[in-house]
């Protein structure tokens, strides 16, 4: 066998996938199965049926693999700090901060709010007792003294401070994952806030070694800082990224650029960076006289240490196990194939961390190196130039050029599936940016180590090496200006369907295993190509079954999980669409338009957007806006008053502009018939004077009228204009409102219910938000007047639907019912 270590790395791999996707396996029978496949495989290998040991080692690999996966999965979702959290959620001190000591997973973060710290929480302190209490908490750490304290919050060093704990949103939409389940997977069990940096203090250093890690980092930022940041910022992030993988002094424009163009991956330390310092080190080694066997120990060992500096992202982990194990072979005089070796990678990492199965950076690098390592060859080969070419001048030149493009089109293939379901996002630019950015990445790489190295002995040809370096990353950040020139070259995609990705690979590994029959090869051909199209083009989403749906072409109203913000999808029987806000965050820093927005809209079967209504400009309303407006192009974008001084709403006007769409201004009275459905337009009124700053009072109110069935969306309107409207709006026998404000207690007052008569009021609201919305005595009100009451933060996504005379409705959470 050729490839021996493949055979139990897959079986292995395969049972960990089933055992994360279903943890609740029963383990105690897998694990005697394990056992008895194991026997069994041992005694069939002293017998003549020998096929008996594959099937029985296959069963063993995973079922092991099915133990580490359910288990760590698990440890992560299960965690004492969350069970505790979950207990005193209900609880009257929900709302009090506690006293948190832990020990910092990685290097403080610098955001615009000021810091994130990951900690690995030991004890908790709350109600005068201290509790010992694992799980991790991500920290959000506010304030002016941050950046003055950021270099004491260094990857293990304790540290204890009072926190603000909450649970993570779990954004339950259509076409969406449970993000708490995503962040548990990557071990954080819990959000938390800091008011001030001053509260965060350092009780203990950490262990040696990771004190004299975070001392190398932190010179090699200082170094780098001062060598490549006197003649660029965004040439010293991008090299600091290069050399220690810390991306935090990157920009969002620059990280923007090169993720649409296909460049992202020469900034993450990966399989080429450790390529690229594995052959310093043994040139530098052999210069110095070590042997070939010794260099090779020496540089194994130098790569470990590097490690332990840079930290343990999937890339680097891969990278370096195989880089050790290549190295050891080395040593030890012996030789395999490739495959073997990223085999054995793979099965140590994920024995090490089973959920690093899931995470997309060890998709990416190991799906990248396994396209490349089963693709190249076959490639080269077939495309080999004859004897009597291959000694021209041109050929030399060309042949290598020709194997940075099938390496280049062959991580491509391999990566189209996850890159549409990681990030929405296709681009073909790489194909041709690569020339230029992995040879830009190598001078950057060396000239920084050289930068890194010579500082203390020669500042002056330091600096010289960091100028070297700051032209190359200007080159590879101004080569990803090819995607503005030419747009078309990238595209947002939504995440494929299941079926297709299975299609894709399906056909792939078909081709593959056909050999010399054209027949096979073919069909599996065909069906990648076909399930790659369908990838491409957006068509592989299955829309949702609506069963729950009134009539053949109902109203469809799906109210979305969107935290502490507002976003309604409003489906027309007539196949139109319109989105009322676009969610985002109170504080303005969101990713909710690309993470939620646009795969719900996608796996809704949106591919274009008719109509976008703005109902005011706080951020938890339009934060995700651009992204709808980019990726969806709306024919028209809505807005009540406007506000001139708002830049933000200067920029969308701008965008959509660009986009095509027109920009149309709604009064009070303004009337709008889309088919069967009448939008009614009943606030606000024409401004008196022009505004200096976005009011909640001055939110468009929308009514929705389909037949004897109404929908009341009143953005963020106060008790004041709620008076007017309940005099206004006409009774209907089937009423939806959703709730005014998140269910702020200044909105919803009782005259306002009761004249509007609602059987279902939806309240749009993040669990645990810092505000308290919905406000008890708002529940008490809807209570009181007998009004059914449903929460986003509860359930999750809200899906409201109508024939115009009845009404159905059922929840992220699978509850439904017909009024």
């Not at 209490?133 to 260094?154: I, Y």
């Not at 693709?375 to 030399?396: E, F, K, T």
């Not at 109509?611 to 806006?625: I, N, R, S």
């Not at 709306?634 to 027109?662: D, K, Y």
Request: proline residues 6%; aromatic residues 6%.
């Amino acid at each position: 066998m050729r490839h021996p270590a493949a055979f139990p790395a897959i079986t292995f791999l395969c049972g960990v996938a089933l055992g994360w996707r279903a943890p609740e396996l029963a383990v105690w029978p897998v694990a005697a199965t394990g056992l008895l496949a194991w026997a069994a495989g041992l005694a069939g290998l002293a017998g003549p049926p020998r096929r008996w040991f594959v099937v029985a080692a296959a069963a063993g690999f995973a079922s092991a693999g099915l133990l580490l996966g359910a288990d760590a999965t698990l440890a992560a979702t299960r965690t004492p700090l969350a069970a505790w959290h979950e207990q005193r959620a209900g609880g009257p001190a929900a709302g009090e901060a506690v006293l948190v000591t832990g020990r910092l997973v990685r290097d403080a973060l610098p955001a615009d709010y000021g810091a994130r710290l990951l900690v690995a929480v030991e004890r908790v302190r709350a109600g005068g007792r201290e509790l010992p209490l694992a799980g991790g908490v991500r920290l959000a750490v506010g304030g002016r003294f941050v950046a003055g304290r950021l270099e004491r919050w260094v990857a293990g060093r304790r540290v204890r401070m009072p926190v603000l704990l909450r649970r993570a949103p779990r954004h339950l939409n259509p076409g969406v994952g449970d993000q708490q389940r995503r962040l548990a997977w990557r071990g954080v069990a819990l959000l938390g806030s800091v008011k001030s940096a001053l509260l965060v203090e350092v009780v203990d250093p950490g262990p040696p070694w990771q004190e004299a890690s975070a001392a190398a980092r932190a010179a090699v930022r200082r170094i780098v800082g001062r060598t490549v940041g006197a003649h660029s910022p965004r040439s010293a992030g991008v090299v600091t990224a290069v050399l220690i993988g810390d991306r935090a002094g990157l920009d969002a424009d620059t990280r923007r650029r090169l993720q649409e163009a296909g460049t992202y991956h020469v900034i993450a330390i990966s399989g080429s960076n450790i390529a690229i310092l594995t052959s310093v080190l043994l040139v530098v080694l052999r210069l110095a006289g070590a042997p070939p066997r010794v260099a090779a120990v020496a540089a194994g060992a130098c790569l470990l240490a590097y490690w332990q500096v840079v930290g343990s992202e999937a890339s680097v982990a891969r990278a370096t196990v195989v880089a050790v194990t290549l190295l050891a072979a080395r040593a030890a005089d012996h030789r395999t194939a490739p495959l073997n070796t990223l085999a054995w990678s793979a099965v140590c990492l994920v024995a090490a961390a089973p959920l690093t199965l899931v995470d997309t950076g060890f998709l990416l690098t190991f799906g990248a190196t396994l396209g490349i390592l089963i693709g190249v060859p076959r490639l080269i080969d077939h495309y080999r130039p004859g004897n009597a070419q291959a000694g021209r001048w041109w050929m030399r030149v060309g042949w290598p050029l020709a194997g940075l493009l099938a390496a280049t089109v062959c991580a491509e293939l391999a990566l189209l599936p996850i890159a549409a379901s990681a990030f929405s996002r296709v681009t073909a630019a790489g194909l041709l940016l690569n020339f230029a950015a992995i040879p830009l990445m190598t001078i950057a790489q060396v000239a920084g180590m050289l930068a890194v190295a010579a500082d203390a002995v020669s500042p002056l040809f330091a600096g010289w090496c960091g100028y070297v370096a700051h032209l190359a990353t200007t080159g590879i950040v101004e080569s990803a200006r090819l995607v503005d020139a030419v747009p078309q070259v990238t595209r947002r995609v939504p995440a494929p369907d299941p079926l297709v990705v299975v299609g894709y690979y399906g056909g792939w590994v078909l081709a593959l295993a056909a050999g010399g029959r054209p027949a096979p090869r073919a069909a599996g051909l065909a069906l990648a190509a076909v399930a790659g199209i369908a990838i491409l083009v957006g068509a592989s989403p299955r829309a949702a079954l609506q069963r729950h749906c009134p009539g053949a072409a109902p109203l469809r109203v799906l109210f979305l999980d969107v935290d502490q913000a507002d976003a309604t999808l409003v489906q027309f029987p007539s196949g139109q669409s319109l989105l009322v806000d676009a969610a985002g965050s109170v504080r303005g820093r969101s990713a909710v338009g690309e993470r939620v927005l646009a795969p719900v809209l996608w796996r809704a079967g949106v591919r274009r957007l008719d109509y976008l209504a703005l109902t005011h400009g706080d951020p938890d309303h339009v934060g995700g806006a651009a992204v709808i407006v980019r990726d969806f192009r709306p024919r028209e974008v809505w807005e009540g008053v406007p506000v001139p001084r708002s830049e933000r709403m200067r920029s969308l006007a701008t965008a959509a502009s660009e986009a095509g769409a027109a920009w149309r201004r709604l009064r009070a009275g303004d009337n709008l018939r889309i088919g069967a459905v009448e939008v009614r337009v009943w606030h606000p009124p024409l401004p008196e004077w022009e505004r200096q700053r976005v009011r909640n009072d001055d939110s468009l109110v929308l009514e929705l009228r389909h037949g004897r069935v109404s929908f009341v969306l009143p953005g963020d309107i106060g008790a004041e204009v709620e008076a007017g409207l309940a005099a206004q709006l006409e009774p209907s026998p089937q009423r939806v409102l959703k709730v005014p404000h998140h269910g702020s207690r200044t909105s919803s007052s009782a005259a306002f219910i009761a004249g509007l008569d609602p059987v279902l009021a939806i309240v749009s609201a993040g669990r645990d938000n810092r505000f308290g919305h919905p406000h008890p005595a708002v529940l008490r009100r809807y209570g009181a007047a007998g009004v059914a009451l449903l929460e986003t933060g509860t359930v999750g996504a809200i899906d409201v639907c109508s024939d115009g005379e009845q009404i159905g409705v059922r929840t992220a959470q699978g509850s439904g019912a017909v009024r």
